[in-house]
């Protein structure tokens, strides 16, 4: 079956670091990944998506590459700050119109 | 956020009761879904609908059913609530289905507690 793989340890990173997150993926690669940000309390919202054909996007401080060889996506936020602190879901498409959620990872960017 | 509402925030039910929660949008996108939250799992799929009366199950519908006879409201449904149901609950609709370049927004969850 189709899953998707985050590390569910918290990543804690010093203000003004690079973050990165992993996303890894099984079996066959899916057509795109979406990244989400999840504050306590919040549903998800919405950051990145990047294609199967497109080995990185880029939005503002934040970074996203997809390897198809590895099954890995990577997430990466520069110079990160205390408000970048949540929950960071990694999502794959799955058939058709529905989707796979990673359990995230939790991201705290100490000041 | 799409013009999602969730209603209620916050339930908390008896083992045995039926329970219906609500996701309006407000924004006339064909297709929602309807997720629960717990921890160790992320988020999984239990219904989805791709229009009016046309729904699918997702990986974790036993024990809930969903109906869309309008648009902008899908409902969920635990006709028997068991502790095991106890969860946040996110309604979402999708951007752009089959497109590439789909984008899920969330409505604010529902919490639920079944005792």
């Known amino acids: 079956s189709q899953k998707i793989e985050q590390n569910s340890e918290a990543l804690n990173i010093q203000e003004g670091k690079t973050a990165t997150l992993t996303c890894n993926y099984t079996n066959y690669s899916p057509a795109y990944l979406q990244w989400y940000r999840q504050d306590p309390g919040r549903g998800p919202v919405f950051l990145l998506l990047?294609?199967?054909?497109?080995k990185e996007k880029r939005k503002e401080r934040l970074k996203v590459t997809f390897d198809t060889t590895l099954k890995q996506s990577l997430f990466h936020i520069t110079a990160s700050q205390p408000a970048d602190s949540a929950t960071y879901l990694c999502a794959r498409s799955s058939g058709t119109y529905k989707y796979i959620f990673g359990t995230g990872t939790r991201l705290k960017v100490l000041a | 956020d799409a013009g999602i509402t969730q209603s209620p925030r916050h339930k908390v039910t008896e083992t045995g009761t039926p329970v219906t929660l609500r996701c309006h949008q407000t924004?006339?996108?064909?297709?929602m879904y309807w997720y629960r939250q717990d921890p160790g799992h992320g988020l999984r799929l239990i219904h989805y609908s791709y229009g009016v009366k046309d729904t699918d199950k997702g990986e974790v519908s036993d024990g809930y059913s969903v109906s869309r006879s309008k648009t902008e409201d899908f409902l969920l449904t635990l006709e028997s609530a068991t502790s095991s149901q106890t969860s946040v609950y996110f309604c979402?609709?999708?951007?752009?289905?089959?497109?590439?370049?789909?984008?899920?927004?969330f409505g604010p969850g529902t919490r639920l507690l079944v005792l």
């Open positions: 979402a609709i999708s951007t752009y289905p089959g497109q590439g370049r789909e984008t899920q927004y």
């Open positions: 924004e006339n996108h064909r297709y």
């Open positions: 990047i294609r199967e054909n497109e």
